[in-house]
């Protein structure tokens, strides 16, 4: 149990290393107008985004193995809420893969403003869901 747990947290850790600096690529690749610059961090949002994918992957197959070893916990309201969120954060990781196209293709439309504002929102996610799995509220 434990160590599934470990390897839980650790896949957590890259994919929030992801989440949280991906829309930060962003902001930087909205000022880039120079060929040289745009192929640089097209290839490093895509790769990035990769990793995230594979990170995502770890973090459910490993959350779901817990499951399997503590059954109990699917009665609780605190995993309903936390699975809601990552649920909605594999969307987020989703609407993410959109964007690393839209870039590559140079067809983003939005400001870097609005990506500064994305980048905090995978943060709110990360303070949600570790409240809810470490202290269990209901
Ligand atoms: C992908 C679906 C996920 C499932 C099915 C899942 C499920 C679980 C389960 C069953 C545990 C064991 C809880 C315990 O022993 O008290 C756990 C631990 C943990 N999970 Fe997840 N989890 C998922 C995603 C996430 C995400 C996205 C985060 C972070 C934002 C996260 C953070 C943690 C942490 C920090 C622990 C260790 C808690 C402790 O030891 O007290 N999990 N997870």
Known sequence: MLWIKALHVIFVVSWFASLLYLPRLFVYHCDVSDEAGHARFATMERKLHGIGNIAMLGTWIFGIWLLTLEPA????????????????????????????????ARQNTRSPRFWRFMNEVPALFLVAIVILVVVKPF
């Not at 609780?76 to 196209?101: C, D, E, P």
């Open 73 to 104: 916990f699917l009665h609780m309201g605190w995993l309903h809420a936390k699975l809601t969120l990552v649920l909605l954060l594999s969307g987020y990781q989703g609407w993410l893969k959109g964007n690393v196209r839209k870039f590559a």
